[in-house]
């Protein structure tokens, strides 16, 4: 697929406006101005989508009226160009649903439209700071170039800690998670990252390694070092040069695991057969969705294998911890197989959309990708439909509504605040103070959860 952008260099922290009053529009605008904040202007949906096309945006204020469409509709198709960005609606209504179908559709929040424009500057120039902490340069690009898509703060913070690791070219790394996170594609973006371009990463599946060859396929052996030897092999150790040594499922390792220790600690090996020392110049990641320190206590795993390896620790979430992700990882995969099979698909409808919401995702998101990928293969029109979702993911949507969070509205009293209030409250008792649970069942991500928490002065929530 082509990228989105490809900037040069950094470029100045960027914010669209999206409102048909003008007026309103230009006095943001001047606003944002006056704090350094670069800022186009559109006054209609048709003419923020052509924006996004061609500009970088990292917030975009969007109107919930626009005089040729319904903005929460059209927060999919801004986020499917521009991903990183951050949407913040702006509405005149106070309308419980409206605010949840914003959330639910992508935005990152709400605004109730004032004669004072200091909330919307302010929400701005958050998001602003929080931009400047957690992102250095072309980040959001560079990793989108490697897979790895997500806007949640779980995977927030694994691009963070990646790239800091980054600077440091030897350290080993060890990457864990659940089966069909991403372990093997945080480690591709890690390489890109650290190591000389065009440099090899050579991956090794800990799993499938045969007991007898298995010290030959890492460091290579000599001609005549045992039977059937006829030539001299070099092993991954040595074909990855400067790049990367991945051992994917190092959990598994069994007869190994002392040679590893030493090759670690001495950052050097040797072939079977041959006394000559070769400099490892290779990093070494490893990978796992096993509990190595409950493998230490069984004595399945070596402690000082485990304690060299757990140098610089990076834990991938599950996708059903990561809320928002989910749809964004959705869009993205359906465009991608969409152009991969010669096939023009909408973005996703809100029924599909809440029923992949609505879904655990066990298998993560190589589960989601194939999800996706069958869908489009199964369309034969342009846009994924309820019927082309597995039957697993349509009897989700059913357990969920046994688990709804009803609340109820009083007028003349209550206000959009109020009922959030109680919505959180309510979500975090039937959840038992789960908060990734008590996110599910808001339909939002857990960053967003903690953010309203914080917000309302929601501390703790006892059974």
Known sequence: MSELFDPAGPAPFSALVVDDEQLYAQAID???????????????????????????????????????????????LLLARQPTASVVMMTAYHTVPNAVQAIRHGAEDYIIKETSLRPIIDRVLEIRRRHEVRSAGNGWQEHKRKGLIGRSAGMVEVVAQLEKIARSADTTVLITGETGVGKEVAASYLH???????SPMITVDCVALPGSLAESLLFGHEKGAFTGADQTRVGAFEEARDGTVFLDEIGDMDALQGKLLRVLESRSFHRVGSLTEIP???????????????AVKEGRFRLDLFQRLCVFPIHIPPLRERGEDILLLAEHFSSFFAEKLGKLV???????????????????????????????????????????????????????????????????IDTLESLERRMIKQALRQAGNVKAEAARLLGISRYQLLRRMEKYGIQHERG
């Open 30 to 76: 001047r606003e944002l101005r006056r704090q350094g904040v670069r800022c186009d202007l559109a006054y209609s949906g048709e003419q923020a989508l052509r924006q996004v096309e061609s500009c970088c945006y990292q917030v975009i204020l969007l109107d919930h009226r626009l005089p040729d469409d319904d903005g929460i509709r059209i927060i999919p």
């Open 192 to 198: 890109g990252l650290s190591r000389p371009p065009g």
């Open 280 to 294: 490892l110049r290779a990093r070494v990641v490893a990978a796992t969705n096993q509990d190595l320190k409950q």
């Open 346 to 412: 909408e973005p996703l409808g809100e029924e599909v959309r809440a029923r992949l919401m609505a879904y655990d995702y066990p298998g993560n998101v190589r589960e989601l990708k194939n999800i996706i990928e069958r869908a489009v293969i199964m369309t034969e029109s342009d846009r994924l439909e309820l019927r082309h979702l597995p039957q697993r993911v349509l009897n989700a949507a059913q357990r969920r509504r046994s688990s709804s969070i009803p609340v109820d509205f009083v007028p003349g």
